[in-house]
């Protein structure tokens, strides 16, 4: 089953038609969530016993519209809705126990107004174990690509495996990006490397990576993207003509699992198309 959030903005109307494209490829159940957040109205000397019963009722109205969209775009799908009280990130995090995919927009209808993502869409990239996808909320042309992020670490083959599930179900080529950098020798900077080598090696990298999961999507069609540069800047231009961009997220640092890495956080800040963070 896939999740989505929706809350009324524009990003959520873009992730439920997201959420509905997905669904109707994998052929699973869609549901679309709303969560109900009265602990703002909540707080002080005197608060208003009604405006519960106004955010149940706007909560009923955004549902049955995101649910219209559904049957709009993809009448096929099998559709639910719940609306269920709570932080919205708190909501979301329950609802990925039993799901496939979660699917937010990108910044909902708090917040400041020139962020490009909101604190519900990184809480919840950061803290479930299913592929969580990432929507913004602006329209762009199909380009028949899905782009895939990849190091030397085996904590990538999730994103991987992920990428070309996403490329066969949307008969897109698979751009294969891996970005490496030179390391800097604090006590040698004269130190020199044979670039020749250095590059056989990272084409190498993509190459073993590819091979483990190519023999099983013959139909893909895979595109080999090595250079030196950042990874973020890398995947960052790669994104301005993709339809997705796939990110594994290590979770390393003081919180383990709890905390996205430093280069899915970037993308997520800055790539230009849907964004899925798969974690290890």
Same mark, same amino acid.
């Given at each position: 089953?896939?999740?989505?959030?929706?809350?009324?903005?524009?990003?959520?109307?873009?992730?439920?038609e997201w959420a509905?494209?997905?669904?109707?490829?994998?052929?699973?159940?869609?549901?679309?969530?709303?969560?109900?957040?009265?602990?703002?109205?909540?707080?002080?000397?005197?608060?208003?016993?009604?405006?519960?019963?106004?955010?149940?009722?706007?909560?009923?109205?955004?549902?049955?519209?995101?649910?219209?969209?559904?049957?709009?775009?993809?009448?096929?799908?099998?559709?639910?809705?719940?609306?269920?009280?709570?932080?919205?990130?708190?909501?979301?995090?329950?609802?990925?126990? *039993? !799901?496939? =995919?979660?699917?937010?927009?990108?910044?909902?209808l708090g917040g400041?107004? %020139? $962020? &490009?993502?909101?604190?519900?869409?990184?809480?919840?990239?950061?803290?479930?174990?299913?592929?969580?996808?990432?929507?913004?909320?602006?329209?762009?042309?199909?380009?028949?690509?899905?782009?895939?992020?990849?190091?030397?670490?085996?904590?990538?083959?999730?994103?991987?495996?992920?990428?070309?599930?996403?490329?066969?179900?949307?008969?897109?080529?698979?751009?294969?990006?891996?970005?490496?950098?030179?390391?800097?020798?604090?006590?040698?900077?004269?130190?020199?490397?044979?670039?020749?080598?250095?590059?056989?090696?990272?084409?190498?990298?993509?190459?073993?990576?590819?091979?483990?999961?190519?023999?099983?999507?013959?139909?893909?069609?895979?595109?080999?993207?090595?250079?030196?540069?950042?990874?973020?800047?890398?995947?960052? *231009? !790669?994104? =301005?003509?993709?339809?997705?961009?796939?990110?594994?997220?290590?979770?390393? %640092? $003081? &919180?383990?699992?709890?905390?996205?890495?430093?280069?899915?956080?970037?993308?997520?800040h800055h790539a230009?198309?849907?964004?899925?963070?798969?974690?290890?």
């Open positions: 089953m896939i999740i989505v959030g929706v809350d009324g903005s524009v990003a959520a109307r873009a992730a439920v509905a494209g997905d669904a109707f490829r994998m052929r699973v159940p869609l549901r679309i969530v709303h969560a109900v957040d009265r602990s703002p109205y909540q707080i002080g000397k005197y608060p208003n016993a009604a405006l519960p019963d106004v955010l149940l009722g706007e909560g009923h109205m955004i549902l049955r519209e995101a649910q219209a969209l559904v049957r709009e775009r993809q009448p096929t799908v099998e559709v639910e809705t719940r609306d269920i009280e709570g932080a919205p990130a708190e909501v979301l995090r329950e609802q990925a126990e *039993d !799901a496939t =995919e979660i699917v937010v927009g990108s910044r909902g400041f107004a %020139g $962020a &490009l993502l909101g604190s519900v869409s990184m809480h919840v990239a950061g803290h479930v174990h299913c592929p969580v996808v990432v929507v913004r909320g602006d329209h762009r042309p199909m380009y028949g690509q899905v782009v895939v992020g990849v190091d030397d670490s085996p904590e990538c083959e999730p994103a991987l495996a992920y990428s070309f599930e996403q490329a066969k179900l949307r008969q897109s080529a698979l751009r294969v990006v891996h970005a490496w950098q030179l390391p800097v020798h604090a006590f040698a900077p004269e130190a020199s490397y044979d670039m020749d080598e250095v590059r056989t090696a990272q084409h190498q990298v993509v190459r073993d990576r590819m091979a483990i999961f190519s023999e099983d999507y013959p139909q893909v069609k895979l595109v080999e993207d090595v250079h030196c540069a950042d990874p973020v800047n890398a995947l960052t *231009d !790669a994104s =301005e003509r993709a339809d997705l961009l796939v990110v594994g997220s290590h979770g390393r %640092g $003081a &919180l383990g699992s709890m905390l996205l890495g430093s280069v899915s956080r970037g993308i997520l230009r198309c849907p964004v899925a963070v798969v974690r290890a």
